[in-house]
């Protein structure tokens, strides 16, 4: 009973416009707005990509990418790209003052944005450790970020962060 | 809100005009940081990326704005001839922000008019003082928000009880000055009559009867400050406890559900308890053993400054080392507190499903779950523990120190006569009477800050803004049964419309059937009836009079819900039936269960409607759980009725038996039911058909399959399912 339909990296060929619009060229149909869901987005982002299109109006899979390692380089990079800002979750490089008021926690985090101070409520939920050694976090204002490796932290980062694991 | 772009002179430049309204955005289609603008001028919006512009479309050509939550990010973008396209992508924070410039530009769509921005609830705001984010559902900046606050509050709530707590300061101020009197009587007698000079037996005795009395008002002093102090503290404790329970009962569900019942029960049960403690020992008590550390240090400075201050040089450094030490155990059991909760809450869980568990066989999955919980929970507590253990000795040791200061230049100072021995004597009474209070109060730190984040949590659910709460002044309607939904959007968040402008009048006595696919919105619509949730814009009316201007009590005691799973308490038949209408009769009792098709079940049971039937009615079948359900929607008698699914899996026969019930309960109601079975809705009256969040069809089944739209899919499509179900 296999329902996986997996797409072959060969006859698929995407292309992102500027305001990132992803779209696909696939057994001689064009698709515009073209989404592509992580399946496992903490265990496996560059594998399991569900593709989605639209058809009459409704949202149809397409099928599934196994891995983009099938993919040429450059239409790796698009797709990467479109994936980058659909899943932004900056990646925290540094944790300065944390400060915790009422079960609400105020971190100092240092991430590609540069210097922020967020608020993350409910700390036993928005901060959650998904793999062995990353860290998923959201902040009040739906803000996700990331750890990725708490072994590449500093040591004083990771002890600050290790309290509410 | 702020719909000016931080580069509006650059853009003013760009476009030769300033915009409108024009908001920053902040990433790229490829996910890189970038700095963009979104503009909108009187004809046209504009998108401009870096120095360029990129896109820009007329607004008479546009059909609606549309704003994304992505995963990590949101999108903002249009719909021309149809067609989505997507305009700019920016971070999460700012998802608010194009959902109101969204709704703005609807509004011009509509009117040709350009509103201004207003302030917007849902928004997350920023506090003026120190610039932190203040989170949605509170007005509390939790930043800069003093901790010592809530335990004042505690304290101003213990003045309450005055007389019990003014007589147990009394009693313990009485017994610390007689404890103060205590060495000065040893000196006295010491001094004054062990020596060979004196021989006043009888002033001896007199002295010696006082010597004996002291422990005896101190042992009557005690019975009465416990006394008291009982008496205040679980005063107290149980009206925190009532505050917070009844301010969760009285909160809407979106404020209920953002927290996890293990965490709500926690509050109400163990933070409530830190705080009691904190009433009946530590605060009290630390303005008594301050100020007896007080009298002690003048007393001893009187009878001998020289030696006193010996006594008092390691006290500085003890203090010093309290408070470095202080600013570690504070984190070691924050960490305990929230292992302790994860412990709790992952027991919860499983206990809660229990049923699941078994099912699966997955017992020793769970016990292993629960065990590393239970260990992580052990180890913090064991780690902050040490830490306590290790570091409170070394406090200790260097507090004491001034009593070998004390012995050693005391006992030089006797032996040159400089010091009578009766004085020694009574400063080492009162050196052991000042390190007690002092080690005392090197713990006091460690316990006020537990109870101040005990305090914190629980006035942090008391002074919740209300987010669906009564007008000043609410009216108590008798509901006749016309409901009007006047044009209602609604989305749990702003940028998420679930319902968009439904409009329907309903009148009393109708049954409406409410059908669309999973996820549309049906339930959501039942919820704003019953003013769970308040819609984002339009307004509900129920015989002419906007729901929110009733009293949430009168209108929800004049509803009544049967839901798919029914929620029976711990307890009988009756108290389960009775929980509708406390004061029913017996009669109306078993009139509302035969009218339920329950009746006959009920007696079969070997105590009858005093059978017991177990936490969550886990005796009773799911078709018996919902015959007593509709026993206490008809002893309520409600003028409005709403079926949630409410014959769904469910047997045939069952069925039958509950279609019948319903079919008597229905009578003369207006009701509206939600049924995935289509069939089951045949009798309604009319049928509302969901799409998309948008009323797609309104009217009678017949009508409806005249249309041939979406009503008529959706049945031959069910149809289709039965028959090959059945094949």
């Known amino acids: ?165 | 809100m702020r719909f000016t772009s931080f580069r509006l002179e650059e853009v003013k430049k760009l476009l030769g005009q300033s915009p409108v309204y024009s908001l920053d955005f902040n990433l790229d289609g490829r996910g890189r940081p970038t700095d963009g603008v979104c503009a909108v001028t009187e004809k046209e919006l504009v998108i401009i990326n870096g120095q360029k512009v990129n896109f820009r479309c007329s607004l008479d050509e546009i059909g609606e704005y549309t704003t994304t939550q992505l995963v990590g990010s949101g999108a903002f973008g249009i719909i021309r001839n149809g067609e989505p396209i997507q305009l700019c992508i920016f971070t999460q924070d700012l998802l608010n922000s194009f959902a109101e410039l969204g709704k703005l530009l609807d509004y011009h769509r509509e009117t040709g008019i350009f509103p201004e921005p207003g302030e917007d609830d849902n928004n997350i705001r920023i506090c003026p003082k120190c610039g932190s984010i203040i989170p949605e559902g509170t007005n509390i900046c939790f930043h800069c928000e003093k901790k010592g606050k809530y335990l004042w509050r505690v304290v101003r709530l213990s003045l309450k009880y005055r007389w019990p707590l003014l007589a147990s300061l009394f009693a313990t101020i009485a017994i610390q000055l007689l404890w103060i009197l205590y060495p000065y009587l040893q000196g006295v007698i010491i001094d004054d009559y062990i020596t060979p000079k004196n021989q006043d037996f009888s002033q001896l005795l007199v002295t010696l009867g006082i010597f004996l009395l002291i422990p005896l008002v101190i042992m009557f002093m005690e019975i009465l400050n416990d006394r008291c102090t009982a008496k205040v503290s679980m005063a107290v404790g149980h009206d925190l406890r009532e505050q917070l329970f009844r301010k969760i009962q009285e909160q809407s569900m979106k404020a209920i559900t953002k927290r996890p019942t293990g965490e709500q029960i926690k509050r109400i049960s163990n933070d409530t308890e830190k705080v009691q403690q904190f009433v009946a020992m530590y605060g009290k008590e630390a303005i008594v053993r301050i100020l007896a550390t007080l009298v002690i240090l003048a007393v001893m400075l009187a009878t001998n400054w020289k030696l006193a201050l010996l006594v008092l040089i390691p006290v500085p450094l003890a203090i010093l080392a309290t408070q470095i030490i202080f600013k570690y155990i504070h984190r070691k059991y924050r960490l305990v507190w929230s292992r302790f909760s994860q412990s709790e809450s992952t027991l919860h869980d499983i206990l809660s499903g229990i049923q699941v568990v078994k099912a699966y066989g997955s017992e020793k999955r769970e016990i292993a779950h629960y065990a590393d919980y239970s260990k992580r929970f052990a180890q913090s507590m064991y780690r902050a523990d040490i830490f306590w253990f290790l570091a409170f000795p070394i406090i200790g040791f260097v507090a004491t120190l001034g009593e070998y200061f004390y012995l050693y230049f005391g006992g030089q100072q006797v032996l040159i006569g400089a010091l009578t021995l009766g004085s020694l004597v009574r400063f080492a009474g009162y050196v052991g009477m000042i390190y007690g209070p002092l080690r005392w109060i090197i713990q006091l730190p460690r316990y006020i800050a537990e109870s101040a984040v005990s305090a914190g949590k629980i006035y942090e659910i008391i002074d919740e803004k209300e987010d669906v709460s009564d007008r000043s002044n609410p009216v108590d309607l008798k509901i006749k049964g016309q409901v009007e939904f006047q044009r209602v959007n609604f989305g749990y968040k702003v940028y998420k419309p679930v319902l968009k402008d439904i409009s329907f009048t309903v009148e009393p006595g109708e049954m409406i059937g409410i059908v669309g696919p999973s996820g549309v919105g049906k339930s959501t619509l039942i919820n704003l009836i019953m003013r769970l949730y308040d819609v984002s814009s339009g307004c509900i009316t129920i015989d002419g009079v906007d729901i929110r201007d009733i009293s949430q009590n009168s209108l929800r005691s004049q509803i009544g819900v049967v839901l798919q799973e029914t929620y029976l308490f711990e307890g009988t038949v009756l108290e389960n039936i009775l929980y509708a209408k406390p004061d029913a009769s017996m009669e109306e009792v078993i009139q509302a269960a035969k009218i339920a098709n329950a009746h006959n079940f009920i007696c079969k049971m070997p105590n009858a409607y005093n059978e017991y039937i177990g936490n969550k009615g886990y005796k009773l079948s799911g078709g018996e759980k919902q015959r007593i359900a509709i026993a206490r929607a008809i002893l309520r008698d409600p003028r409005i009725l709403i079926l949630d699914e409410a014959t769904a899996s469910l047997d045939t026969e069952t069925e039958k038996l509950i279609q019948e019930a319903l079919a008597r309960l229905t009578q003369n109601r207006t009701t509206f039911a939600i049924a995935h079975r289509l069939s089951t809705l045949r009798n309604a009256d009319r049928l509302i058909v969901l799409d998309k969040g948008r009323i797609a069809e309104m009217g009678t089944h017949e009508e409806l399959l005249r249309n041939r739209s979406v009503y008529y899919n959706l049945v031959m499509a069910q149809r289709q399912t039965t028959k090959l179900s059945k094949e």
């Open chain 1, 1 to 165: 009973m296999n329902q996986l339909n997996y797409l072959s990296s060969r006859e698929l060929t995407f292309s992102l416009s500027e305001n990132g619009i992803l779209s696909l060229e696939t057994g001689g149909k064009h698709y515009d707005n073209v989404q592509l869901i992580r399946i496992f987005p903490f265990q496996h982002p560059e594998e399991y990509l569900s593709v989605s299109v639209r058809e009459n109006g409704e949202p149809k899979e397409l099928g599934m990418i196994r891995t983009l390692e099938d993919f040429t380089p450059e239409q790796r990079e698009l797709v990467s790209g479109y994936l980058r800002y659909k899943y932004f979750i900056p990646a925290i490089e540094k944790i300065g003052k944390i400060e915790e008021k009422l079960g609400y926690l105020y971190m100092d985090v240092t991430t590609v944005l540069g210097k922020k101070t967020i608020c993350i409520s409910d700390i036993t939920t928005n901060i959650r450790q998904v793999q062995n050694n990353s860290v998923a976090i959201i902040d009040v204002q739906g803000n996700r970020y990331a750890i990725e490796n708490l072994d590449a932290l500093d040591k004083d980062t990771r002890q600050k962060i290790e309290l509410y694991l």
